[in-house]
């Protein structure tokens, strides 16, 4: 029964990673003079990106962000807990080492599990996303849901094998085995479930939108679903030096998958019987929208400027150049 993936909600697109289905495109996608350079050109020539020393330190697909680069990411970070806050989630630090049982029961251990690394001697796993810990949180418990869905938002150090992307996207940061991100996490009533959905893509939006990104929203395809999710939403920017939208970020509606094999309960009404949560999760932040905004925000003289909501968090600064 645990090898079951999740059942897939009516109206998503059948078919594989190439069958999504676009809802709807936003912005102006940027255009310059001659050829874009790419984000880890534009990196390495201000000093913010090192992967020379990454791959030294620690091997391929490490790096370390340096200066503005590490102030950019803290402060899209910091941006992200604002719009989360403004919209009534509860912050969490959680931990990105679980037990096997949390790791199963959000359903990272079927067909993904290339993708964690395993401490053998502690029989504990590297969470590759907050959204392992933050399902934990209320495992084995009945919640109380009568005020409305429990919010919860998990900043944390994000670790992927990267098992079986040999070859694929070796440059710079686009794929690369540890990373920041900023998760959101939703317990609800499954009623309510589908609507809660929208909601969390369109915090995303409002995120890319503010940044000056322009981007997609796809509906995924089944077949391109990962096992917990019944629906999933990927919101991917245009990324200049590739002329092609990639993924920034995603959001999943995982029905009541993840509440049923970590036995998370409500009560729909006073004295009732308890039924399984619904449970969604979406990025509001990762290391890789560096890789949009350092090319779409790129100058003719190779400097890149910062979005206006972003500077606040970076001591004022407004442009990103070598000198």
Known sequence: MGALPNLVLEGVPAGGEENFATLREVGTIPTFAGEARDHQELGEALDILDMERGVKVS?????????????????????????????????????????????????????????????????????????????????????????????????????????????????GIIRVHQFQKLEMFSYIDPADAEAEHERLVSWQEQMLQSLGLAYRVIDVAAGDLGTSAARKYDVEAWIPSQSAYRELTSTSNCTTFQSRRLNIRHRPEKDASTEPVATLNGTLATTRWLVALLETHQQPDGSVLVPDVLQSFMGGLSVISAS
């Open 59 to 171: 091997g391929s697909r490490f790096y370390f962000l340096k200066g503005a680069g590490a102030l950019m990411e803290m402060a899209l970070m910091q941006l992200g807990m604002k719009v989360a806050l403004e919209n009534g989630f509860v912050p969490l630090i959680p931990p990105t080492l679980v037990k096997p049982e949390i790791m199963q029961g959000t359903g990272f251990l079927g067909e993904h599990s290339a993708e964690v690394y395993h401490l053998g001697e502690d029989d504990l796993y590297l969470t590759g996303t907050s959204e392992v810990a933050l399902a934990g949180y209320h495992s084995d418990e009945i919640i109380d849901l009568s005020n409305g869905p429990l919010r919860y938002v998990g900043l944390s150090t994000c670790y992927r094998r990267e098992a079986g992307s040999y070859g694929k996207d070796t440059r």
